[in-house]
């Protein structure tokens, strides 16, 4: 009789929690907005997972965003830290080197604001970005400045998801996907303008120009 409640029990747990997951998947589905100031936006759902190590999975008490290299004060920050500073705002699509695209509203750190704080050298002229899984990519320092070139905590006015890059994703404007590097964990300030990241190494243009395909 006992073994049958403890059973019963268990079952009913199971369920449970399953209900539980199933209300957290609605809540972001019903928070996930699909239209900003007029503009008509692509779904979480919509963006393809093409990481080369599959999902990173991120333990947000232990993450450190490192940025270091050709600085003069060189930082960790923690997650908290990171989401207390200034945030803007954009529409912006990304393009798959591969042909498919999704406009998402990105919300997220202007990099111009963590590079004032760590003072970077006149030598620098890169940017290398860093990932869990190995892999990197790189932008112009002046190119980054210009435009003024975010990492996004959020899309779609929702935390940004594990597939989609949590914590940190590069939105890469102007660049095809692959510049668009996720779980970002450290960012190095160099001189090194013909710096090859992980696609870049294998052919793919360093530049990564839309329309350049």
């Not at 747990?13 to 907005?33: G, H, K, T």
Request: glycine residues 6%.
């Amino acid at each position: 009789m006992k073994s049958k409640l403890i059973i019963l029990l268990i079952t009913l747990l199971l369920i449970f929690a399953f209900q539980i997951d199933l209300m957290a998947q609605e809540d972001i589905q019903e928070v996930e907005i699909n239209e900003y100031e007029g503009e008509k936006l692509g779904s979480i759902e919509d963006f393809r997972e093409n990481s080369i190590k599959g999902i990173q999975d991120v333990e947000i008490e232990e993450y450190r965003l490192v940025v270091d290299g050709l600085v003069e004060n060189s930082k960790k920050y923690k997650y908290s830290t990171l989401l207390k500073k200034e945030h803007i705002k954009k529409v912006i699509t990304l393009n798959c080197v591969t042909g498919w695209s999704v406009k998402a509203l990105w919300e997220g750190i202007p990099l111009k604001e963590i590079f004032e704080e760590v003072n970077v050298k006149d030598k620098a002229n890169t940017v290398i970005f860093y990932s869990p899984d190995g892999y990197t990519t790189s932008l112009p320092l002046s190119f980054i400045i210009e435009n003024n070139i975010m990492i996004a905590d959020k899309v779609n006015d929702v935390q940004l998801p594990p597939r989609q890059g949590f914590p940190f994703q590069l939105i890469a404007e102007q660049k095809y996907g692959y510049k668009w590097i996720r779980w970002i964990n450290r960012i190095k300030l160099s001189s090194d303008s013909e710096y090859l990241g992980y696609w870049e190494s294998k052919g793919y243009s360093n530049s990564a120009n839309l329309g350049e395909y």
